[in-house]
């Protein structure tokens, strides 16, 4: 992420002399890693006035998160090695549709999917929307190329069952381990397991991302109301539901906490912890996922996130209608949701082939 600098002032760009961009043959495509070419975007995006001004709109004015900055970061990074492969600045006014469609034609080249594709798209388009509005440029040069056509593929989901198996594999497989180190007595471990069991019931409970689970704090957790307040993308909060389960487990968790040495109960702070005390990481989370999952007898493909789309389905297996499942997922928009009405369509069509005599 290069330092933030400050905002070109508006009007300034139309006397500024523009440079001529260095077009031509594009290349057949457009390099995974880094190269000289890349390396030397990246220092001139460093020192880039209007990049660093959109990433400081993008971060103060629309509450991106730093993994979503890095990701615009990166995409005009490819595109300003492909297009200025040997200019000292980036001379954003000069920028072509023509540009846009030799971007793209080398993407797909480099075998990028669809979905990679698109998101640089947009990348592009948010940028050139910015500049239109600072006054930097006359026109969006992106605005009018398509997107692709990407392949919808509907979310996979655990059923009830192999939910049920994941959660109860962190006490199995905690319960199998012998005392290492001083922990003698096995505190550490049944920390652990109380911990492990706590955020999946949370997740699973609340249809949370790995992210909006490790940012929770403990003041953020109802257990009167049953509920606990969610910071999701955007930071945009909502209200998740809290049930026994969940509730229970957290209880268990803070209490073991506190018996190893932790933070209390009532201590305020984040919710879950590592073994120092500090804020769980989303790689932990990961890493232990994977044991469970040995454990549980479940796909080694199966990913934390897995837990969300299997919170949708089963609501919408049960009854619950599309807008609600909608506000607790926190989409904006209700066509995202729809997609879980596809997998719970085809469970049902399955279930009916299976079993009626005459599917």
């Not at 050139?128 to 919808?152: D, M, Q, T």
Request: include cysteine; charge should be positive.
């Amino acid at each position: 992420m290069p330092p933030t600098q400050p905002s070109a002032k508006r009007g300034n760009s139309r006397k500024r002399q523009r440079q001529p961009a260095a077009l031509g043959t594009p290349p057949p495509s457009v390099p995974a890693t880094p190269n000289q070419e890349t390396e030397s975007a990246h220092q001139r995006l460093a020192r880039d006035p209007l990049v660093a001004s959109f990433l400081q709109h993008l971060r103060a004015e629309r509450n991106a998160s730093e993994h979503t900055i890095a990701a615009y970061y990166g995409d005009l990074v490819q595109f300003a090695a492909m297009v200025w492969p040997q200019l000292e600045t980036c001379p954003w006014p000069t920028v072509t549709s023509d540009d846009g469609r030799s971007f793209l034609i080398a993407l797909r080249e480099a075998g990028l999917a669809r979905t990679t594709i698109n998101r640089k798209l947009s990348s592009l388009r948010s940028f050139f929307r910015y500049l239109i509005r600072e006054e930097h440029v006359p026109g969006n040069p992106v605005a009018g190329i398509a997107s692709l056509k990407a392949p919808r593929r509907l979310p996979i989901v655990l059923s009830e069952n192999e939910v049920a198996q994941l959660l109860a594999a962190p006490a199995q497989y905690w319960g199998r381990q012998g005392a290492e180190g001083t922990d003698d007595d096995g505190r550490f471990h049944d920390f652990a397991a109380a911990r492990d069991i706590a955020i999946l019931e949370v997740i699973y409970s609340g249809g949370l991302r790995i992210s909006e689970a490790l940012g929770l704090d403990l003041a953020d957790i109802d257990f009167l109301g049953h509920s606990f307040r969610v910071r999701g993308k955007g930071k945009k909060e909502r209200l998740c539901m809290l049930g026994r389960p969940a509730a229970g487990s957290l209880r268990e968790y803070l209490g073991q906490r506190e018996r190893v040495g932790l933070r209390g109960r009532r201590d305020p702070g984040p919710l879950f912890l590592n073994y120092e005390g500090d804020r769980l990481s989303a790689r932990s989370v990961q890493r232990f996922f994977k044991r469970y999952l040995a454990e549980a007898g479940l796909p080694a493909s199966v990913t934390p996130h897995k837990l969300r789309h299997s919170f949708a389905t089963h609501l919408l297996d049960h009854g619950a209608d599309l807008r609600s499942v909608q506000e607790m997922l926190g989409h904006e928009s209700l066509s995202t949701t729809q997609i879980y009405t596809h997998v719970t369509k085809e469970r049902l069509l399955a279930a009916y082939n299976q079993a009626h005599p005459r599917a």
